[in-house]
């Protein structure tokens, strides 16, 4: 199939029919006009693990937050960002930051997703959290790797298609990084998409990613071999 390459005088790029979320044209710009963040073209496809690095400052956040559709008050969204989807899930940085922090962890979850009891433990196990004592703790009582395990568990029982995860592995050693994120990998089913912002490149390996770089805002798209060089998206 072939298509125009121009619509009425604007670019015009073909949405990618696997895809489950897309951005054209996109920007995000300060209420004073400054832009913080371009994207030309990006589909996010079913299934896939996407990693996105780069220094800090750089616009992975606000990446995060574009493909989330909610950005943070104050700054302005232009472009177009297409997707059917009603939920998405997120990992962040502090798991307590998912959780409310003094309902018990496995009431909680029952409440948040509407899982039966059984599918909740089912999870908890899954992500390591198997003492019963832990599933009557509220989030508060958990320490961070629990509480991060925790919000995996959360992602995954939302079943969203898409799920974000925004530095889930910054406050861990590399060993529980690997776990967490091989948790996360499992946990997130075949079909369901993964977005995992961070400042480790040794993440794109441990997931065998996709990988976008952000550099000032400016989103490249990291070609698998490093030979084959990159190319902005
Ligand atoms: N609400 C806001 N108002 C103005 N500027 C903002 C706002 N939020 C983010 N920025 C700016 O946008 C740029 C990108 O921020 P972002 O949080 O996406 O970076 P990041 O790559 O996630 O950084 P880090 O790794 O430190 O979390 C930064 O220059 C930041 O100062």
């Known amino acids: 199939m072939t298509y125009p ?21 996109a920007e995000v710009r ?14 996010v496809r079913a299934g896939e693990r996407i990693v996105v690095t780069g220094p800090s ?3 992975k956040s606000l990446l995060l937050s574009t493909l989330a559709g909610r950005w943070p008050a104050g700054l302005r969204f232009a472009g177009r960002r297409t ?5 998405i899930g997120f990992v962040p940085q502090r798991g307590l ?27 908890l196990e899954a ?15 958990l320490s961070g790797g629990q509480a991060q395990r925790a919000s995996v568990a959360l992602a995954a029982l939302t079943n969203a298609p898409l799920v974000l ?30 977005v995992v912002a961070t400042h480790d490149a040794a993440v794109v390996r441990a997931l065998g990613a996709r990988h ?17 060089g990159s190319s902005r998206i």
Not at 5 to 25: H, I, K, N
Not at 127 to 141: I, K, Q, S, W
Request: glycine share 6%; proline share 6%.
């Open 57 to 59: 400052g750089s616009g």
């Open 212 to 228: 976008l770089a952000v550099s000032d805002g400016v989103v490249t798209e990291l070609s698998p071999r490093a030979e084959q």
């Open 83 to 87: 997707t059917e989807l009603d939920r």
């Open 97 to 123: 930051d998912a959780l409310h922090p003094l309902v018990p962890l496995a009431r909680q979850l029952r409440r948040v997703t509407g899982a039966d009891r059984s599918s909740v433990v089912r999870v």
């Open 165 to 194: 995860a925004d530095e889930p592995t910054s406050a861990l050693d590399h060993e529980s990084r690997d776990q967490t994120l091989r948790l996360l990998d499992e946990i997130v089913g075949a079909t369901q998409a993964l």
């Open 30 to 43: 300060t209420a004073e006009g400054a832009t913080l963040l371009v994207v030309d073209a990006l589909d």
């Open 127 to 141: 992500v390591g959290l198997d003492d019963p004592a832990l599933h009557r703790r509220r989030p508060t009582e």
């Open 5 to 25: 390459s121009t619509l009425e005088g604007m670019s015009y790029v073909p949405m990618d029919p696997r895809s489950v979320l897309s951005l054209r044209d």
